[in-house]
């Protein structure tokens, strides 16, 4: 099993590092960009059809495609109460904004959707609130992207989870509903995840603006909600992404199932130079070229920035590690540049919230190891750190393991991994595939 330099260096100390040097790169002096045409990946509405098409690739956390006006179809009950709910309890924390953070926090409203009367159940309001101004977001923007139109969506996504999504009228914000043991494990992580967002300005994990339970009596259930940034800007149509875990069993999309709408590729399309298996266990073979010499990885191509990047995906993993947390993956965005480009100069702060990588349209430029630009743009970030290391997850793993062992291959291959294995593995591949 590959061991890299970020690997060797998280099993040996299990600690954050501390070093500061970004790569050797000088924010101080001009960042040069070269950026694309609007006219090829640019669209001026974000509702059109092919920007809707465009957001059925989004992987887990960003699965479901926003509905759009065009279609005429009624706004879902969930989405106007969560509408209305934003509306009250954000007014609400910014009235109580000079009291201390209580992670404990919960609190009741009631709110009209349609005929019915929906009650609302709102955690950690003035925590939320902090994360949110953190990132330069105030309760007034916020409340326009969440409360000035019903949200749009309401669909189950493309993946596994069968979880349903909803966006803001500006697309800004996903919404995903959540399983209990997903809201357990979040709140009970509420203190540390404030800290983590607050401390490493240049965190991959998801920014989490707001979690939420929706009652409507028509329903008869409960819906759990969960409010977060979308790592795609709106009106940006993303060609190509991949989500990648690190493992290589079960993660290569085929021709089949691109052809019938799968539209995120996995660890073995992002990189065909590792045996494993499709999604039926079929074996995929590492593809060497005609020579069988070929065995360069791809990479993201980040340059000078690249000791950050695994710095601070060092630290991510450092918290989900200690929360138990596992099955998360990196999510990567590419948009391809075109022949013509601008340029302009952009200096970004590190001290900034998540400004290294979303210095260019919201994204980071791809560089070489001599800082000269290439022809990609990244969007990055980790997605899906909800799920814990829990009684299912193990009995997954004695289970699967065993069935491995006894084929004689690796059982540490399989995804259902204990959290401090996960976390290893997901920074070997990361840095093993990042340049």
């Known amino acids: 099993m590959y061991q890299s330099d970020a690997y060797s260096n ?33 669209v001026d509405e974000p509702y059109d059809e092919e920007y809707t098409q465009q957001q059925q690739g989004y992987e887990d956390e960003y699965y479901a495609a926003p509905a759009s006006p065009k279609d005429n179809k009624p706004p879902h009950p969930v989405g106007i109460a969560i509408s209305a709910g934003v509306g009250e309890t954000c007014k609400k924390a910014e009235r109580e904004s000079r009291k201390a953070i209580d992670y404990n926090q919960r609190t009741h409203s009631q709110v009209k959707v349609s005929q019915d009367t929906a009650d609302f159940e709102d955690y950690a309001a003035g925590m939320f ?61 509420f203190k540390d995840y404030h800290a983590h967002m607050k401390g490493h300005p240049q965190t991959l994990l998801p920014r989490f603006f707001g979690l939420h339970i929706v009652h409507i009596p028509k329903l008869k259930q409960r819906t759990r909600v969960i409010v977060m940034h979308n790592l795609f800007p709106p009106g940006v149509k993303v060609p190509e992404k991949y989500d990648l875990k690190g493992s290589v069993l ?22 065909n130079k590792h045996d494993g298996t499709d999604n039926h266990g079929n074996a995929v073979k590492a593809d060497y070229g005609p020579s069988g010499k070929d065995k360069a990885h ?11 990047f695994i710095d601070n995906l060092i630290q991510d993993a450092k918290f989900l590690e200690l929360h138990n947390m596992m099955d998360y993956s990196c999510l990567v965005g590419i948009l391809h540049q075109p022949p013509h480009r601008e340029e302009y100069y952009y200096d970004p702060d590190p001290s900034v919230p998540g400004s290294l990588w979303s210095m260019s349209y ?18 990055v970030g980790v997605i899906d750190i909800l799920q814990g290391y829990d009684a299912k997850k193990k009995l997954e793993h004695a289970y699967k393991s065993s069935l491995q062992t006894c084929r004689g291959k690796d059982p540490a291959l399989i995804s259902a991994v204990p959290a401090s294995m996960y976390a290893k593995r997901f920074l070997a591949w990361m840095d093993q595939h990042t340049g």
């Open 298 to 308: 791809r990479k993201i191509w980040l340059g000078p920035l690249r000791k950050a």
């Open 129 to 189: 609130r902090d994360i949110r101004l953190h990132y330069g977001i105030s309760t007034e923007e916020y409340i326009h992207s969440m409360c000035s139109s019903p949200l749009t969506g309401g669909a189950v996504g493309e993946g596994k989870s069968g979880m349903l999504f909803f966006f803001s009228q500006d697309n800004k914000y996903i919404v995903k509903t959540l399983t209990p043991s997903e809201v357990r494990l979040l709140s009970s992580a």
């Open 10 to 42: 998280y099993a040996a100390t299990g600690g954050y590092p501390t070093d500061e040097n970004y790569g050797g790169y000088s924010y101080n002096e001009g960042y040069q960009e070269d950026l694309p045409d609007r006219g090829e990946y640019w």
């Open 250 to 271: 079960k993660r290569f999309v085929t021709p089949d199932e691109w052809a019938k709408g799968t539209s995120v590729g996995k660890d073995l399309n992002w990189c």
């Open 362 to 379: 919201g994204g980071v430029r791809a560089r070489d190891y001599q800082s000269n630009a290439l022809d990609e743009l990244y969007y």
